[in-house]
């Protein structure tokens, strides 16, 4: 485990980044608009345990009428997961994404996210690697992240102050200890500050996500963009609450799709925004806009009324 320091002088954008990276995102469907109607992504679900409790979050069922971050419907273990992409690599057409976005944390999960990324380059040296992450373990794994070439990084951070995180985080586990409320969300809020910047100043593209929760956190979302500008952040995609049943926010009212252009309009004064998110699950296969992770599905389904078709108690509440 390396603990990560960073020295650098400030540089601008280009100057980190190379020209291969900046090729590569141009087949990267969550970061170029122009490539999500041309390119298909992998989400392989590897990383069942999170290490804080977002209120908004509930990872205890699959339904397959729900698309979010964290559903899957099976959790696979690395060797699983490169055999499941050597059979979609060769069934889904252009192909050039594998990301592990959970449907826990990536890097609560180190091991096994590693080792996945690992089997997969030795099968194929030429795909492009994503990791997403709530960026607590960051200043750990930064790192090592940069020596296995990962160039695309997805860290999600919805606000800067610990006030504010404490009502959006219940806690924080953070190397084996417990943190409630606003101590959790300040050690949380520092790392990921600390990992935007080393992974930015070290060539990687980092795209930050900001839930907009209204009431909550809606009227600090444009200095969370304009600070991780100021770190050397790629593109932010602002993201509308999506009300987990089960989960603190459950009752809170979807975000309103027009405060939420709103909102991007205004950010995108600062910097690039990405619009054509879909919220995916962590097992996603195929264009963003034509999830295909049914066809490779090889957990069985139970029948359950209350969501509408089938569902799955997860695996990885046990993990969380």
Not at 50 to 70: A, H, L, M, T
Not at 136 to 143: I, N, S
Not at 201 to 227: A, F, S, T, Y
């Amino acid at each position: 485990m390396n603990t990560l320091t960073c020295g650098c002088a400030r540089s601008t954008q280009s100057e980190r980044v190379e020209a291969g990276t900046l090729e590569m995102t141009g087949r990267h469907p969550c970061y170029s608009y122009e490539a999500h109607h041309k390119y298909a992504r992998m989400h392989l679900p590897v990383a069942p345990r999170c290490n804080i409790g977002c209120n908004y979050c509930n990872r205890k069922f699959d339904c397959v009428s729900e698309s979010r971050p964290g559903v899957t419907s099976e959790v696979l273990t690395p060797e699983a997961a490169r055999n499941k992409f050597l059979l979609v690599r060769e069934k889904v057409a252009n192909l050039s994404v594998v990301g592990i976005a959970g449907p826990g944390d990536a890097l609560a999960n180190w091991g096994s996210t590693r080792r996945t990324i690992e089997l997969i380059k030795e099968a194929d040296p030429e795909v492009i690697f994503c990791l997403s992450s709530n960026g607590l373990m960051l200043p750990d794994y930064a790192r090592e992240i940069v020596e296995l070439g990962v160039k695309h990084v997805t860290v999600t951070v919805n606000c800067l102050d610990s006030v504010t995180g404490s009502l959006i985080y219940r806690h924080v586990n953070y190397r084996g200890k417990v943190h409630r409320g606003a101590a959790g969300a300040e050690i949380l809020l520092h790392n990921q500050q600390k990992g935007i910047e080393y992974l930015s100043r070290n060539g990687v593209l980092v795209k930050v996500n900001i839930v907009m929760v209204k009431g909550v956190n809606d009227d600090r979302i444009p200095e969370v963009v304009r600070r991780v500008k100021e770190l050397g952040a790629f593109i932010t995609n602002i993201m509308p609450l999506v009300p987990a049943p089960g989960s603190v926010f459950q009752d809170y009212a979807p975000t309103d799709a027009a405060e939420l252009d709103r909102m991007r309009d205004l950010c995108g004064q600062d910097m690039q925004q990405m619009r054509h998110c879909k919220q995916c699950r962590a097992d996603a296969i195929g264009l963003l806009n034509e999830d295909r992770s049914r066809e490779f599905d090889t957990a069985p389904a139970e029948p359950n009324a209350g969501c509408g078709g089938s569902n799955r108690t997860s695996k990885i509440a046990a993990a969380s």
